[in-house]
Each structure stands twice: as structure tokens, then as C-alpha cells.
């Protein structure tokens, strides 16, 4: 199985610093069809997942241009530039490549 | 409005079966795999399943292959989640979510206890 590696556990950030996670995966995360299927969630508190960004980079519809996706291969980042109160929460990296498909244990971000 | 909604969550005891749906609208099913992920309280999230929109298809980690089954009804826009011989590790919210991860539901919450 694909280990998604996440760092760090948890964050603690003041409004409008910025931040970076880190996800590493155990294998190559590029597909046959050549695309990387590697994706980041954040779960508010209380409330379902939201997916953030797909194929390491693209940014879902109604996501704040704050948040970027970096990395290839086997080593991603995750960046919110100038956080906001709406962004504490659990961020989660999800591989999609391969079965079984695998989530990285989360970082909990807090708002100073 | 993309909307993806579970039931049949409860309390169950050890070895019982319980059946989950999954209704939803706002898109059009058919054209879409349809993904169940677990989260035990207080932990991270698990992948559970996977069919692919057709419903030929399905896959699962080997945590719950043999004792889940994922399906779908195309025509009436729900998928189910049929879990077997349930276990107390099995106790967690289970969400559904559409191709990709991109929508998911509220989730129902199983709970297996004796």
C-alpha cells in the first residue's frame, strides 16, 4: 500500500501568515495516463471534507486563490498564503493512483 | 445543487449486518464512480470503497474485502454500502463521495457495540 507521510500533525498560524504541508508518498504518484493523482482536503470542524485542490495543483471551483499545490513524483506541498480564521480546520492529502487509495493523517491547523 | 446524502447509519451489534445509501442529485450519477470513506471518532479519514459508474466494477482495501459490498442503482440515483460480520473497529461516520472526491455527503454515523 501507497503511505502518505503528512507534516506537520498540527499548526498554529496568526491571521495573514502564511503556511506550508507537506505530503510524501511511499511510490511515485504518476499514473499510466500520465496524470498525478494527488489531492487536498480540508475538513472544518464539525463538518464533511471539502476538497481543495486535485492533480497536486488545480484548484477547485469557489477555492480562494490563497491555497496553491506544488510537487511531483512522490513529494507534494500543500501552501495558504495569508490565512484567515475561515481556514483552521484538518487538511488531508489523498492519493488517488493507486489501490488502495490512501490519505495522509492530517494537520490540524489553529488560528492564533 | 450537487447534493449527496447518507442513511441507514445506527446501532449495531457485533456480527450484524447494516445497509448504508447514498442519495443523489445534482448531477448525473451514472456518468460517476461513487466512493465510500470511513472516520473512526477522533481519527483520520479511510477509504472503504469504490464502484465505478456503471457498477461493473468495485474495489475495496483488504480491512473490509469479503465483508463489504458497494452498489448502485442508476436509476434511482443511490448507491448502497452493505457491510457484513460488523466489527467494533468498524464503528465510524461513513461519508459517500462522487467521482473524485469532489462532493461529499453529511454522513450516518455506525456504531457497533455489544
Known amino acids: 500500500d501507497v503511505v502518505m507521510t503528512q507534516t506537520p500533525p498540527s499548526l498554529s498560524v496568526a491571521i495573514g501568515q502564511s503556511v506550508s504541508i507537506s505530503c510524501k508518498s511511499s511510490?511515485?504518484?504518476?499514473?499510466?495516463?500520465?496524470?498525478?493523482?494527488l489531492n487536498w482536503l480540508l475538513q472544518s470542524p464539525g463538518r464533511s471534507p471539502k476538497r481543495l485542490i486535485y492533480?497536486?495543483?488545480k484548484l477547485d471551483s469557489g477555492v480562494p486563490d490563497r491555497f496553491s499545490g506544488s510537487g511531483s513524483e512522490k513529494d507534494f506541498t500543500l501552501k495558504i498564503s495569508r490565512v484567515e480564521a475561515e481556514d483552521l480546520g484538518v487538511y488531508y492529502c489523498l492519493q488517488g493512483t493507486h489501490l488502495p487509495l490512501t490519505f495522509g493523517s492530517g494537520t490540524k491547523l489553529e488560528i492564533k | 445543487e450537487v447534493q449527496l446524502v447518507e442513511s441507514g447509519g445506527g446501532l449495531v451489534q457485533p456480527g450484524s449486518p447494516l445497509k448504508l445509501s447514498c442519495a443523489a442529485s445534482?448531477?448525473?450519477?451514472?456518468?460517476?464512480?461513487l466512493n465510500w470513506i470511513r472516520q473512526a471518532p477522533g481519527k483520520g479519514l479511510e477509504w472503504v470503497a469504490s464502484i465505478n459508474p456503471d457498477g461493473s466494477s468495485t474495489y475495496y482495501p483488504d480491512t473490509v474485502k469479503g465483508r463489504f459490498v458497494v452498489s448502485k442503482d442508476n436509476a434511482k440515483n443511490t448507491g448502497y454500502l452493505q457491510m457484513n460480520n460488523l466489527r467494533s473497529e468498524d464503528t465510524a461516520m461513513y461519508y459517500c463521495a462522487r467521482t473524485g472526491f469532489a462532493y461529499w455527503g453529511q454522513g450516518t454515523l455506525v456504531t457497533v457495540s455489544s
Open positions: 492533480q497536486v495543483s
Open positions: 445534482g448531477f448525473t450519477f451514472s456518468s460517476n464512480w
Open positions: 511510490q511515485s504518484l504518476v499514473a499510466s495516463d500520465k496524470n498525478t493523482y
